[in-house]
C-alpha cells in the first residue's frame, strides 16, 4: 500500500463527504475460548480513515465476511512516517483509524464470532515502499516504532484480542538488524499475552534470525507461481506444489520443523497477469476474473492442505476509505467480495479442512 499526498487528500475528501461515519458503542464481550489448534481461515481488513472501522458501512461488510466461513480478521491500523528516511511513526490525522473506531471493530467481530489478529503497519506519506525504509538513525525509528507497537499491544489486550502481529515487510531491516526487532517482539510480549507473529515477504523469510522468539513463521505470500500472463489451473498448482516444497526443506534446514507457519498476507488482484506478479500487478493489465479465481482455487488446493500451514489471512477483504473496497465484477482490485474468487474463498472455508 503506497499513499502519495494527493491520494490522502482526495481520501480526507471522500470521507467528509461521504457521512457514514457515525460512532456507536458496540458494548465488550467475553474473548472467544483459545483454540490454538484451530486453523487459521483469515481476511486482512483496513481502513485508512479515523472512524470508518466504526461506521455503518464497515458494520455491514464485516458480517458479510463473517458469512464466508471465515475465522478470523486481520484489523490492520495504519500509521505514517514522511519519507523512506525519516525516524518517527506517528498516527496521521484523518486516516489512521481512532482507538475507539478499533474497540469496536474488534467487538463487532467477536460478537460476529471472528477471532482478531491486529496488526498495525507504518506507510510513508511520500509513497516510499515499506520494505524499503531506511532512517536516517535506526536506533530513533525503533525507538519510535516500539511505542506505536506497545500502544497496540496494550490496546489488543485490553479488548482481549486472540493475536497480535508486530510487524509486515520490513524487508530493509527484519533480517540485518535482529537485536532491534527482538526488542520489539519484546515490548510486544510485556503488554500482550497471545500469539505474537511478524510477516516476512515471501523472498526474505528464510534469511529472518529472530523466527525463534515467535509463535509462527510468519510469510507474505505472493509467490509467483508462473511466467505465463493466462496459465491454466494445474499450472497454478504445480506452482503452488514447488513453493510449498521449499517451504517444506527449508522448515527442516532451519530446525524450525516444530514451528507453524501462517501466510500473513497472500492475494492476487483481478487481472491478466495476477499469478505472476501477485504483489506488483500492472496498473495497465486487463481486467480478468478467472485468473483471481483460479489462483485462489490452485492455493486451496494445494499448499492450503499442507500439515505445516497453521493459516492464512487474504489480502483483502475491504478497506472502505478507498475506492478498490466495493469490489464487484468490474474491480481489479486484491478484494474478492462480489466476485468468482470470493465463490471459491466461501466454498473452502465453510467446509472443514483436510
Known amino acids: 500500500m503506497r499513499l502519495r499526498p494527493v491520494l490522502l487528500a482526495a481520501l480526507a475528501l471522500a470521507v467528509a463527504t461521504t457521512g457514514i461515519l457515525t460512532l456507536r458503542a458496540v458494548p465488550a464481550r467475553k474473548p472467544l475460548a483459545p483454540s490454538p489448534g484451530a486453523f487459521m481461515k483469515g481476511m486482512i481488513y483496513v481502513g485508512l480513515a479515523a472512524d470508518v472501522f466504526a461506521s455503518r458501512l464497515s458494520d455491514r461488510v464485516l458480517g458479510e465476511l463473517a458469512q464466508t466461513g471465515a475465522n478470523w480478521v486481520a484489523v490492520t491500523p495504519v500509521w505514517f512516517q514522511e519519507s523512506y528516511d525519516a525516524t518517527e511513526v506517528r498516527p496521521l490525522s484523518g486516516f489512521t483509524p481512532t482507538d475507539d473506531s478499533l474497540r469496536h471493530v474488534i467487538r463487532l467481530a467477536h460478537r460476529l ?10 506507510e510513508a506519506e511520500d509513497g516510499s515502499w515499506r520494505g524499503a525504509f531506511h532512517p536516517s538513525d535506526w536506533d530513533t525509528w525503533f525507538s519510535s516504532y516500539r511505542r506505536m507497537i506497545e500502544h497496540y499491544a496494550g490496546l489488543a489486550a485490553a479488548e482481549g484480542v486472540e493475536a ?34 511478524y510477516g516476512a515477504d515471501w523472498y526474505q523469510y528464510q534469511k529472518i534470525p529472530f523466527w525463534d522468539a515467535l509463535d509462527f513463521v510468519g510469510i507474505n505470500a505472493f509467490f509467483p507461481l508462473t511466467d505465463e500472463e493466462r496459465p491454466d489451473l494445474a499450472e497454478l498448482e504445480e506452482g503452488w506444489r514447488r513453493r510449498a516444497g521449499e517451504i517444506a526443506r527449508w522448515r527442516q534446514r532451519a530446525g524450525l520443523a516444530g514451528k507453524k507457519v501462517v501466510f500473513t498476507e497472500i492475494g492476487y488482484p483481478s487481472r491478466v497477469g495476477a499469478a505472476a506478479r ?41 478497506n472502505p476509505s478507498v475506492a478498490d473496497w466495493p469490489g464487484g465484477r468490474r474491480n481489479p482490485g486484491f478484494t474478492p467480495r462480489g466476485k468468482p474468487a470470493g465463490q471459491v474463498l466461501a466454498r473452502w472455508y465453510r467446509q472443514p479442512r483436510a
Not at 172 to 190: C, F, K, L, Q, Y
Not at 289 to 317: I, M, N
Open 113 to 122: 464470532g471472528l477471532r482478531v489478529l491486529l496488526r498495525p503497519v507504518v
Open 278 to 318: 501477485p504483489n506488483a500487478p500492472s496498473a495497465f493489465a486487463p481486467l480478468d476474473l478467472d485468473a483471481q479465481r483460479d489462483a485462489y482455487e490452485a492455493t486451496f488446493r494445494t499448499v492450503y492442505r499442507e500439515p505445516w500451514l497453521a493459516g492464512l489471512f487474504w489480502y483483502w477483504w475491504d
Open 164 to 197: 497480535f502481529q508486530v510487524g509486515s515487510g520490513y524487508s530493509s531491516s527484519d533480517a540485518g538488524r535482529p537485536d532491534d526487532w527482538r526488542r520489539v517482539i519484546a515490548a510486544a510480549r510485556g503488554r500482550f499475552r497471545g500469539p505474537v507473529l
